[in-house]
């Protein structure tokens, strides 16, 4: 049997044409089971005198075991697999958002203030009075959610057209979470000068700009520039979202074992926009010991064959000046942080670490260690999968944080308030819950977002100054 858990990412329903004996579906469950995948559901859809119709949905672990499902169960006697069909594929038909009508519009009259010859009026108005355009549109409660495609979760470079269900399903989670109504914007180049004016000619319409999988280290460039030229908040998720949520669970990790962040060694896996960005917002924390490692080893900022954003980050890190490989890295230190590649922490490493480690394991959809193995050696595991006890997820922030951010018409996103974001997170979780396999709140926790929201807007005076 598989080791790995199922996932309903991978789940099927198989349609089958049976003998007429119901105990056939006792076959086909068993069949499923000793392949390692797990019956969600069975249903009879059709009966007569010569068969059944029975639609049976399961999960599996990814698309070649849930093949083999199929073959498992399209060989029980008396059983034919009819048709197959992938329950995420069928989600995602017509896509996953529209647009709806907050106004009725049932008659003459609703029309007329609607549309034209009323909405004259307000647009007139909004052309002698420009702040009023967030109280009197969709900009004041509408986020640009942009790609270009070239940093798609574990993916790569697939290009926008590929990238739009990610944003969909971003656009989604805005408005399930914030109640933000965010627009999916996917745009065909890579070139940053063309990136950065395509956004700037939208932003009109738009309370905020959330930056999606877009590859380092062109999105620094882009980020930087883009909150230099709008008056609205710009939010680079991949780096600004993980970097509030890891900061969150850290700080409740230690506050499982009982140690301090000042006092931390922390290596990180990965010098990318998320390992930057969490470094970055570690430091600022008042983390003083943080090695990086990328593919160039440990890195040191007296190593000037590092490419630029590398020994940028290089500077401001590695106070001890380790040199060396991961495992050199961990040695000695409290904290691994991965936002890398799959398998690249040996889970007998963690031996060597400190006392009541603390291993994050982020890399999606295969972290850098197994979770169940490094729990072995560690205090504290947390990934980024769902399947798995302290899922590190950045739908724990980026709700929130623009929920805030457009309550208070801000114009920035600055540390300080991530620094109250990431807090936020981490007291949601009560002293009588917080456990080695709890230290984060879950996604549907509905105080999420309000927390985040409020620590957010908690300093609306001193926006953009911080």
């Not at 034919?80 to 009508?101: A, M, N, Q, W």
């Amino acid at each position: 049997m598989p080791k790995i858990a199922t996932t309903s990412s991978y789940s099927i329903t198989m349609r089958l044409h049976t003998e007429p004996d119901h105990s056939v579906i006792g076959s086909v469950a068993t069949a499923i089971a000793a392949e390692g995948g797990i019956v969600m559901a069975v249903d009879v859809a059709e009966s007569a005198n010569d068969r059944l119709v029975i639609d049976v949905t399961c999960s599996a672990i990814d698309a070649d075991h849930a093949a083999q499902l199929r073959e498992k169960v399209d060989a029980v006697d008396g059983v034919t697999v009819h048709k197959v069909s992938d329950r995420t594929f069928l989600l995602h038909i017509g896509g996953k958002i529209e647009v709806t009508s907050k106004v009725p519009l049932r008659n003459r009259d609703d029309l007329s203030m609607a549309y034209t010859p009323g909405v004259g009026r307000v647009s007139k108005a909004l052309a002698d009075n420009p702040g009023d355009v967030s109280r009197l549109t969709v900009k004041g409660n509408s986020v640009a959610v942009v790609t270009d495609g070239s940093a798609v979760l574990g993916l790569g470079n697939i290009g926008p057209g590929a990238a739009l269900p990610v944003m969909e399903g971003k656009a989604a989670l805005f408005k399930r979470f914030a109640g933000i109504d965010a627009w999916p914007i996917c745009l065909a180049s890579q070139d940053t000068d063309e990136i950065v004016r395509a956004v700037e000619m939208i932003a009109p319409g738009f309370g905020g700009i959330n930056l999606e999988d877009i590859a380092a280290p062109r999105c620094f460039e882009i980020e930087a520039r883009l909150r230099e030229s709008l008056d609205i908040p710009v939010f680079h998720d991949d780096q600004h979202g993980t970097a509030i949520v890891v900061l969150a669970a850290l700080t409740n990790a230690l506050r499982v074992v009982g140690k301090k962040l000042e006092d931390l060694r922390i290596v990180v896996s990965g010098a990318g926009a998320a390992g930057t960005a969490i470094v970055t917002l570690l430091l600022a924390a008042g983390v003083t010991d943080v090695v990086v490692w990328d593919r160039e080893g440990c890195l040191s900022g007296d190593d000037e064959s590092l490419p630029a954003a590398k020994l940028k980050l290089a500077k401001v890190t590695n106070p001890r000046k380790v040199r060396g490989d991961l495992h050199t890295g961990v040695t000695g230190a409290d904290v691994f942080i991965g936002v890398s590649a799959p398998n690249v922490l040996d889970a007998e490493w963690i031996k060597d670490m400190n006392e009541k480690a603390i291993v994050f394991a982020l890399a999606n959809p295969d972290p850098e260690v197994e979770p169940g193995d490094a729990g072995e050696y560690a205090a504290v595991v947390a990934s980024g999968r769902s399947d798995y006890p302290n899922q590190i997820n950045n739908v724990l922030a980026f709700p929130g944080v623009f929920r805030g951010l457009l309550d208070a018409r801000a114009t920035d996103v600055t540390i300080e308030m991530m620094l109250r974001a990431a807090d936020a997170i981490a007291h949601v979780v009560k002293d009588e819950e917080l456990n080695p396999t709890f230290i984060i709140p879950s996604v549907f926790n509905s105080e999420v977002p309000k927390a985040v929201a409020r620590a957010i807007a908690g300093k609306h005076a001193t926006l953009g100054d911080d």
